[in-house]
């Protein structure tokens, strides 16, 4: 089966860097998301990402954030200036079209800010 | 807006017995799905059981099945024959037209 993957598995930033995720969508995939998992908390919604352009955002993502498809088959999530509460899970999914069909997600990125 | 509720923080349930996992959502769609996602410690996101919301027939996987009510806007998962391996934490989830929504997660404890 088809699946969404992410790098890498876990990433050890110090606070102020920068910070890249990646995620490779399914291939014939359209829509595009990320969402976070502090340690013992829910999942939230960060961004959707359609058409080369975000389509929905939720109020944690901020500035600090911004997400790109530079290529056409990644799909990243940027921090521009890392904060101890970014610490999370990131998990990146992708569906193929907005309506009835299901979302399939990645195994996450463990981003730990020291 | 969507809620997943999940009333039930923690279970517990004996080796090879079956446990029950409350889930009840709201929304005004009509056609969306529903999972059931299992958490390790690792915290991969590892998919149970999905549920499409046109079908009436339940959703089984081996030893875990569901029970869809769709009218009452209840999705309960059912573990059957426990095993060690099941400990985690169990999330329940709906998916609509623009997003997922999560519960806030039910840790399921195995007893040997």
């Known amino acids: 089966e088809p699946e969404v993957t992410q790098t890498p598995s876990h990433q050890v930033t110090q606070m102020g860097q920068e910070v890249i995720l990646r995620c490779v969508p399914i291939?014939?995939?359209?829509?595009f998301y990320w969402y976070r998992q502090i340690l013992g908390q829910k999942v939230e919604f960060l961004v959707s990402?359609?058409?080369?352009?975000?389509?929905?955002k939720s109020e944690i993502f901020d500035d600090q954030f911004s997400v790109e498809r530079p290529d056409g088959s990644n799909f990243t999530l940027k921090i521009r200036s890392t904060k101890l509460e970014d610490s999370a899970m990131y998990f990146c999914?992708?569906?193929?079209?907005?309506?009835?069909?299901?979302?399939?997600f990645g195994q996450g990125t463990r981003l730990t800010v020291v | 807006a969507q809620t997943v509720t999940q009333s039930q923080p923690e279970m517990s349930v004996q080796e090879a017995e079956t446990v029950t996992l409350s889930c009840t959502y709201d929304?005004?769609?009509?056609?969306?799905?529903l999972f059931w996602y299992k958490q390790p410690p690792s915290r991969q996101m590892i998919l149970v059981i999905r549920?499409?919301?046109?079908?009436?027939q339940n959703a089984t996987e081996n030893r875990f099945s569901v029970n869809f009510q769709k009218a009452a806007k209840s999705f309960s998962l059912k573990i059957s024959d426990s095993q060690l391996g099941d400990a985690a934490m169990y999330f329940c989830?709906?998916?609509?037209?623009?997003?997922?929504?999560f519960g806030t997660g039910t840790s399921l404890t195995v007893i040997p």
């Open positions: 990402f359609y058409n080369n352009e975000i389509s929905e």
């Open positions: 989830a709906y998916e609509g037209r623009d997003q997922f929504y």
């Open positions: 929304t005004s769609e009509s056609d969306y799905y």
């Open positions: 291939s014939n995939h359209l829509y």
């Open positions: 549920q499409e919301a046109y079908k009436q």
């Open positions: 999914a992708s569906r193929d079209t907005q309506a009835n069909t299901e979302a399939f």
